[in-house]
């Protein structure tokens, strides 16, 4: 198996830490991060600062999808890729997960995830969350979507232009309530 390991700084510059302090639908990290997987399908997992707990990297996955080591992935000593900015977007696109045959029409996703102030929160750390619930910075059990938050960890996923035949609409939304 081989993972990358991102850097969370886009050109040097350092990326906020905490799950909703960068989790935005136009985030320079989220955007260049994604851009990634745009036609190229990938297993992703959004770690967080507080995923150390024993049952953090037990992954709802067959049996035939190899797991991560943790020290492999995420050890003190993993070299991290870093990201530059990106002018990639997700209007027009699809998340695709291959492994749930599912798929989130974003141009919908951003129009009924809109908050009181404007944002709107990217699904794919959400969607892909390791630790989320443990800080101040952090997706909140009050907000819509919280079931949903680390739900398609570790899932082969993708950005495309069109769903692929015989995959169904997921309903999720991801809306912070303040």
């Not at 997992?45 to 995923?51: E, H, N, P, S, T």
Request: hydrophobic share 35%; aromatic share 16%.
């Amino acid at each position: 198996m081989h993972c990358k390991v991102f850097d969370r700084s886009v050109d040097g510059e350092y990326t906020f830490a905490k799950l909703i302090e960068h989790s935005w639908w136009q985030n320079p990290f989220c955007n260049a991060f994604s851009e990634f997987f745009y036609n190229i399908p990938s297993r992703v997992a959004w770690v967080g600062d507080y995923a150390n707990e024993q049952d953090d990297f037990k992954f709802d996955l067959p049996a035939t999808v190899v797991r991560p080591s943790y020290k492999k992935v995420w050890g003190n000593r993993v070299k991290s890729i870093a990201c530059q900015t990106s002018d990639f977007t997700l209007d027009d696109k699809f998340l695709i997960n291959y492994d749930s045959r599912q798929y989130i029409d974003l141009n919908e996703y951003k129009s009924n995830c809109v908050d009181n102030s404007g944002w709107i929160i990217h699904p794919l750390p959400l969607l892909t969350a390791i630790g989320n619930n443990r800080g101040c910075g952090d997706f909140h059990k009050d907000g819509i979507g919280y079931e949903f938050v680390g739900k398609w960890t570790w899932q082969l996923l993708a950005f495309l232009d069109s769903v692929p035949n015989d995959f169904e609409k997921a309903d999720i939304r991801f809306i912070e309530i303040r």
